[in-house]
């Protein structure tokens, strides 16, 4: 069974009065009724995941011999792994890119908590597996065209405190509306799953002894083990939206045949309530190429199925052709009178025959092969290749003559673009997940929980939170009006966890060309972000913040310095050389002597190597910090004249 819906504790439906009952045997044969219209409306859907499934166990012929009248010769068939490797590539890229949110407030006073739940949501999925779990999804994305997941409150998780839970959903066991692109427009949503009888009337006691023969059950995969259901019932969940008082509810109703296991109508709290505040199901898809129609979508196997199908009966007959050329057969007459048994076994040096004309035995003609039909096999395999995106130049094997590492690079990056667009359908549908989290969150996070979280620089912090933070928060009167409640809402940014090994070495790069070009002295601020604001990298942003704050400080501190100057000239004029000396360091980033003569001191910047004349404050500065130096205060060369 999967993780149990969030359900207070009640007593026994059989106990409740009958009035308080909303829903009873009546609404759920009304909702069997409407799974089997849902079950029927999505009987093409079916077909064509359970066929991908089997084209994914290279059980091939299974599907082939339907489409095509030379099955069932009982010879050799191909099976070649050209689809498999497909999506073997595929779902690494998939992985590679890993995803990690970061929640973003929608108003400053909010940004303490965004900061918080970007720490906490990882958490959080990692409790879950989420890694685990994302990549089973990415499987099914990648060979039935839709990957789907399950966000709910878990009453049983933390011995009874209850947390969130993320898992993915067998297609086979979901039903929505017929028609209906957008899940949350399905006036149901079903969710089936097969539990032990003796399992649910031990859980269940209300029902023991009322369980009769199965009312519903879903279709199943062809699995390579036995799974036996003679003992198993179908439990059935629906989900529908409600009007109560003006507002739409999320109802929940769990039962099995005709007996009602939970539902969240027959509970006076939760019947105006509904089973969660944010009124979603909470069931997120991730169509890899989306339809009309349908939450679902297309995989590669739906689009590849014809090249492969084509290449396992090339190399079918190509093997066959091979195979008769290395074994000879040949014609025998009748009153040939050969011994066949004497001439098949090789190790025979004399072959006893009757009659040794030369058409007693003859070998049968063979006809090899013309090596067009290899270029058609070769053409083949490179339409299977295009089709899917799966070429050379993304799975690593350059063979076009490109020796340079950027041009390298520069293939390997346009040949990736239907990983990318696949992955970044896979983040908005991680954003679903993330916003369904914070919404539980909201909710049911009223208890302190402890979480361990990484601070800056990679070191671990343990903290405490609750979601006091992210609930309504009343506005205040203004001018005599109550300014009603704001609810804190966040905006999600997803992106990579796990970036590519060239991605991290170009960026580690262009780093050190940016320190080497000087981008980080702070005297070239303004230079620096005017180059940075015309650049298009990974991390902009975030490096443009970080120099206009180095320049900031560095303003900061010239103002600061100045002021110790004035002061030190006035106070202590000992150290106003040594202050002045500090100026003219941290304005020019080298050394330079105290010029002689009265000239001018020349500094050279050591990080852009842009030669520069002393400031005129420095310079100021050490004119009136020599003349404050003299007994005389500066005027001893006017009174020996």
């Given at each position: 069974m999967e993780s149990e819906q969030r359900q207070p504790e009640?007593?026994?439906?059989?106990?409740?009065?009958?009035?308080?009952?909303?829903?009873?045997?009546?609404?759920?044969?009304?909702?069997?009724?409407?799974?089997?219209?849902?079950?029927?409306?999505k009987a093409r859907t079916e077909q064509r995941i359970l066929a991908s499934e089997n084209w994914w166990k290279l059980r091939n012929s299974i599907e082939e011999q339907k489409e095509t009248d030379i099955g069932g010769d009982g010879g050799f068939r191909s099976v070649s792994g050209w689809l498999h490797n497909v999506i073997v590539s595929k779902h690494a890229d998939a992985m590679e890119a890993y995803p990690e949110p970061n929640i973003l407030p929608r108003e400053e006073g909010d940004r303490g908590e965004a900061r918080m739940l970007s720490a906490i949501i990882p958490c959080v999925l990692e409790?879950?597996?989420?890694?685990?779990?994302?990549?089973?999804?990415?499987?099914?994305?990648?060979?039935?065209?839709t990957g789907v997941?399950?966000?709910?409150?878990?009453?049983?998780?933390?011995?009874?405190l209850g947390d969130i839970a993320v898992e993915r959903v067998n297609l086979l066991?979901?039903?929505?509306?017929?028609?209906?692109t957008d899940i949350q427009r399905s006036r149901y949503f079903f969710h089936t799953e097969l539990c032990d009888k003796d399992v649910l009337e031990e859980r269940y006691p209300q029902i023991r002894g009322k369980l009769k023969g199965q009312s519903f059950?879903?279709?199943?995969?062809?699995?390579?083990?036995?799974?036996?259901?003679?003992?198993?019932?179908?439990?059935?969940?629906?989900?529908?939206?409600?009007?109560?008082?003006?507002?739409?509810?999320?109802?929940?109703?769990?039962?099995?045949?005709?007996?009602?296991?939970?539902?969240?109508?027959?509970?006076a709290e939760l019947a105006a309530r509904g089973l969660y505040d944010h009124g979603k199901y909470p069931y997120v898809f991730d169509a890899l190429f989306p339809i009309e129609g349908s939450p679902c979508g297309y995989g590669y196997v739906d689009i590849c199925r014809n090249p492969q199908t084509e290449i396992d009966l090339l190399k079918t007959a190509f093997v066959k052709n091979a195979m008769v050329g290395a074994t000879p057969r040949y014609f025998s007459r009748g009153d040939g009178s050969v011994n066949e048994e004497e001439f098949l076994d090789l190790n025979k040096a004399i072959v006893h025959v009757g009659n040794a004309s030369e058409d007693a035995l003859r070998q049968i003609a063979f006809s090899q092969?013309?090596?067009?039909?290899?270029?058609?096999?070769?053409?083949?395999?490179?339409?299977?290749?295009?089709?899917?995106?799966?070429?050379?130049?993304?799975?690593?094997?350059?063979?076009?003559?490109?020796?340079?590492?950027?041009?390298?690079?520069?293939?390997?990056?346009?040949?990736?673009?239907?990983?990318?667009?696949?992955?970044?359908?896979?983040?908005?549908?991680?954003?679903?997940?993330?916003?369904?989290?914070?919404?539980?969150?909201?909710?049911?996070?009223?208890?302190?929980?402890?979480?361990?979280?990484?601070g800056q620089y990679g070191m671990e912090q343990y903290i405490s939170y609750t979601n006091a933070g992210i609930q309504p928060q009343h506005q205040g009167n203004d001018f005599g009006q109550d300014m009603g409640f704001r609810l804190p809402v966040f905006d999600i940014k997803v992106s990579a966890q796990k970036q590519n090994v060239y991605t991290k070495v170009s960026q580690n790069e262009m780093a050190l060309q940016f320190f080497q070009m000087g981008f980080f002295n702070p005297q070239l601020t303004?230079?620096?972000?005017?180059?940075?604001?015309?650049?298009?990298?990974?991390?902009?942003?975030?490096i443009m913040q970080k120099v206009a704050q180095n320049g900031t400080m560095y303003e900061k501190l010239l103002q600061y310095m100045q002021l110790a100057l004035t002061l030190a000239q006035a106070v202590q004029p000992d150290a106003a050389e040594t202050i002045a000396q500090d100026i003219m360091m941290t304005m020019g980033?080298?050394?330079?002597?105290?010029?002689?003569?009265?000239?001018?001191?020349?500094?050279?910047?050591?990080?852009?190597?842009?030669?520069?004349?002393?400031?005129g404050i420095v310079a100021n500065a050490r004119k009136r910090s020599g003349e404050a130096s003299q007994p005389d205060g500066g005027s001893g060369k006017e009174q020996a004249k």
């Open positions: 009640v007593q026994p439906v059989e106990a409740m009065p009958a009035q308080v009952q909303a829903i009873g045997p009546e609404q759920l044969r009304k909702f069997t009724k409407v799974l089997e219209q849902y079950k029927a409306g409790q879950n597996h989420f890694e685990r779990t994302y990549s089973d999804a990415m499987w099914q994305k990648l060979k039935t065209g997941y399950k966000v709910v409150w878990d009453n049983g998780k933390l011995h009874g066991n979901i039903y929505w509306e017929p028609g209906v059950m879903s279709t199943k995969f062809l699995y390579d083990d036995h799974v036996d259901t003679e003992n198993k019932h179908t439990v059935i969940e629906v989900y529908y939206h409600k009007y109560v008082g003006g507002r739409s509810t999320l109802q929940y109703c769990k039962y099995v045949g005709d007996q009602v296991l939970y539902a969240t109508e027959n509970e092969l013309d090596g067009v039909y290899v270029n058609v096999l070769d053409r083949t395999i490179q339409e299977l290749r295009e089709t899917s995106g799966n070429t050379e130049t993304s799975t690593g094997n350059i063979s076009s003559g490109v020796t340079a590492a950027s041009a390298i690079a520069a293939l390997q990056e346009a040949s990736g673009k239907g990983s990318r667009d696949s992955t970044q359908a896979a983040y908005r549908s991680y954003s679903e997940i993330v916003d369904l989290c914070i919404e539980l969150i909201r909710q049911f996070y009223d208890l302190p929980r402890q979480f361990r979280i990484v303004d230079q620096t972000l005017l180059c940075l604001d015309i650049m298009d990298f990974d991390g902009k942003d975030s980033g080298g050394t330079a002597a105290p010029a002689a003569g009265g000239e001018q001191a020349v500094e050279i910047d050591n990080i852009s190597g842009v030669g520069a004349k002393e400031p």
